[in-house]
């Protein structure tokens, strides 16, 4: 007898620990767990930590409440100007609702996928080339926009959408280059123009001011010389300049004329003239 209530005794308590570890899960801490009762959704989401389902009548979902980071495949369109590029892009987004995540949409991660490509292609075509190089943040918000909607009713929150790259033709390239080099050209041009213009006023000045005065152009003359005189592999050709010529030549001029030796001369004269 003492043997039997033994035998059932342990029977109990290995079906109980049957039990037990049948009824027993874990949700880690960044998910949450959805039990279907029969089929049926309970409105109870179990929080991280241990928790029990009924055996064979319960079943746990586990949903991710992490940040997904989802690529978007790149995407082949005609944009509003009528020029072919490819573009890719990247969607963050999470579960805020696990219940309806699991119950409005059989697969919420391939759903917002195929969103995201559809509303890719559409800003495409809606947006200009200029606005998909340089406007992007601007893009960024509508394709959040255009993702989001749909997505609130599958308890998925769209947090981020990023384009990555803009791929264009080889073509398309070489004329952008190409246009750039021309604009980069016409700059240059107009900068060696106006610095013409502003050093052809500054020589006009000089110049004014150099012919009230003569001997200024002596003295930027003999600047210039110096200045090619510093390097010394060149060969100096100096100018003679006929204005110091004229002035040698008037003080030739002005210059008594010579007498001979202890006034020879003029005693010879003197004498000649007594004979």
Do not use: C
């Amino acid at each position: 007898m003492v043997e039997a209530l033994v035998a059932a005794g342990a029977a109990l308590v290995s079906v109980g620990a049957v039990y037990a570890l049948a009824a027993a899960r874990v949700v880690r801490q960044y998910e949450r767990g959805v039990v279907f009762r029969l089929g049926r959704l309970r409105p109870e989401v179990r929080g991280p930590g241990f928790t029990m389902v009924v055996p064979f009548v319960d079943r746990l979902q586990k949903v991710n409440m992490q940040i997904v980071t989802m690529p978007v495949p790149a995407q082949e369109g005609i944009t509003r100007d009528n020029v072919t590029v490819r573009v890719d892009a990247v969607v963050y987004f999470r579960v805020t609702s696990p219940a309806e995540a699991v119950v409005r949409v059989e697969d919420y991660r391939f759903a917002v996928s195929q969103m995201a490509q559809t509303s890719l292609r559409s800003i495409i075509g809606k947006s200009e080339l200029d606005d998909l190089l340089s406007n992007r943040e601007k893009l960024n918000q509508g394709l959040e926009l255009m993702i989001d909607s749909p997505a609130v009713e599958w308890g998925v929150t769209i947090d981020r959408v990023d384009i990555k790259d803009v791929s264009l033709p080889e073509t398309m390239k070489r004329s952008m280059a190409r246009q750039a080099e021309a604009d980069r050209e016409r700059r240059a041009r107009v900068i060696n123009a106006d610095a013409e213009l502003q050093a052809s006023k500054k020589l006009a000045e000089a110049a004014k001011e150099m012919s009230e005065q003569p001997a200024a152009l002596q003295l930027r003359l003999l600047q210039t010389v110096v200045a090619v005189a510093a390097e010394k592999n060149s060969t100096l050709v100096l100018p003679f300049p006929v204005e110091l010529l004229r002035f040698l030549e008037r003080a030739q001029q002005q210059l008594p004329p010579a007498a001979g030796p202890d006034g020879a001369g003029g005693s010879a004269g003197a004498n000649s003239g007594q004979g």
